[in-house]
């Protein structure tokens, strides 16, 4: 190879955007999109609720010192009162004290610090809710960018046919072969083709620009890979898909712990009629002896402390408590229907999808052979151009058409898979708020033995039934 040949091959290849696969914008969402950094900074917030809730039951010790400035200094002298000097009051006095206090018995505190680890609970669950639809949205936005691009390069295969025929019926007119009508027919198609194709790639830089958004990207300038097509088991049945979902899902385990949340607050509030018990210990530095004639004293003091009546706040409390477990439960109520009816739509849709599929395929396939029959009737100059413009069209939209419905049954895949809480997600026995360095996976659906498959070509895009 010459070097001028191997010099432009090295300008191509450091010209070419870089290709993204599905791995590759779930991976950068997980670490660099900016709604996932908001959500984890917010859930580092929660995770000091604990910590909190526990600096009121642990020891707390104080130190505090003084230097007082008095006007009258107060002595009793050396005499019949006091055998030597004793000083009440120096004019210039000196103090510190430390002391420490320990609460022994709190009620209260005791379920506010598990109220406390309950809440940190609920908000890494919201977090991971959170965390799982950031990844949908990403994986929703590939697949539409993937299938843009797909509709671009039909679009560019209808632009290169009709420029050839553009020609072919330019060469024939001169020729005095075909009419002017046929020219200007061609002209036309190539110059719809050809703003469909603007369109196509308007619309394929206008979807890269919402996903290079998602991943935090400055440059939409970048390729993507054609993603594999999610797949889902044949024959599950809808019950085994909803209690998998039950148990699966973050905003309907999040509803459940917030129902046990504020339960535990409630419980709290009945502590507080309980006493309270709390032993302290005070030690004191002065430089006045004083009376007892030590300028070092310390004492402990064991205390209890017991609200009889608060003036009917523990019970507007109560009543408060009950009002919220009740709306927490309805919550709870509405996460489970809302989960059950988005796995039946879904099941439905993905159904419907994969029938649509099937007969776009189909359609492509009869498309494909109606444009030969009718490209060879026209050379043999037995099909008119009107005819031949006419089944290319039909090819095209069957093609955009199949792109299309490959998408819809893709992104139904991923919206069953999502609505049983198995896309991008972690499970939820496991510690949330530790993040993981792997990507984000798809966690097999029951009867499920891969996650994902190859798209099918053509019209081995049969339904199946879900």
């Known amino acids: 190879m010459s070097s001028f040949l191997a010099l432009s091959l090295a300008a191509t290849l450091a010209a070419a955007p870089p290709t993204l696969t599905l791995e590759d914008a779930l991976n950068r969402a997980r670490q660099e999109n900016l709604d996932l950094k908001a959500a984890q900074a917010r859930l580092a917030q929660a995770d000091t609720a604990s910590r909190k809730a526990w600096s009121n039951y642990l020891p707390q010790v104080t130190v505090n010192g003084a230097i007082i400035r008095n006007s009258i200094e107060a002595v009793i002298p050396a005499g019949p009162l006091a055998p030597v000097e004793i000083v009440l009051q120096p004019r210039v006095q000196l103090q510190a004290q430390g002391q420490i206090r320990q609460a022994l018995i709190a009620p209260q505190l005791w379920a506010g610090i598990q109220a406390a680890y309950q809440a940190e609970r609920v908000a890494a669950l919201n977090v991971e809710q959170a965390r799982r639809e950031i990844f949908f949205g990403v994986a929703q936005a590939f697949y539409g960018t993937a299938a843009q691009a797909q509709a671009v390069t039909v679009q560019e ?69 054609m993603p594999p097509e999610p797949q889902v088991p044949e024959k599950t049945d809808t019950d085994v898909l909803v209690e998998r979902s039950l148990e699966q899902r973050a905003d309907v385990a999040a509803a459940r712990k917030q129902v046990e949340l504020s339960q535990t607050n409630k419980r709290g509030v009945w502590l507080s009629y309980l006493p309270n018990v709390q032993v302290s210990g005070t030690y004191n530095i002065n430089n006045a002896a004083g009376l007892v004639g030590s300028n070092r004293i310390w004492l402990i003091t064991l205390g209890a402390s017991w609200t009889l009546w608060d003036g009917g706040l523990r019970e507007a409390n109560l009543a408060e408590a009950s009002a919220v477990i009740a709306q927490n439960r309805a919550l709870q109520r509405k996460a489970e229907l809302t989960a059950r009816q988005e796995v039946n739509t879904a099941q439905l849709d993905l159904e419907s999808a994969l029938a649509n599929r099937f007969k776009a395929a189909q359609a492509v396939e009869l498309a494909r052979e109606s444009q030969r029959l009718t490209e060879a009737a026209f050379r043999a100059d037995v099909a008119t151009y009107l005819e031949v413009a006419d089944a290319n069209t039909a090819l095209t939209q069957a093609e955009i058409g199949l792109v299309a419905e490959r998408l819809q049954a893709s992104l139904a895949a991923l919206k069953l898979m999502r609505a049983v809480g198995a896309f991008g997600a972690r499970p939820l026995t496991s510690d949330l708020m530790v993040e993981q360095s792997e990507a984000p996976f798809l966690q097999p659906l029951p009867e499920q033995t891969k996650p994902t498959q190859p798209a099918q070509e053509g019209p081995q895009d049969a339904p199946r039934q879900q």
């Open 157 to 225: 295969r209808l632009v290169e046919l009709n420029t050839a025929r553009a020609k072919d019926t330019k060469v024939r007119f001169e020729a005095g072969t075909v009419t002017r009508v046929a020219l200007l027919r061609a002209e036309q198609d190539l110059a719809r083709a050809e703003q469909d194709l603007i369109r196509a790639r308007n619309a394929e830089a206008s979807a890269k620009l919402v996903l290079a958004t998602l991943l935090a990207l400055d440059d939409p300038n970048f390729n993507v890979a």
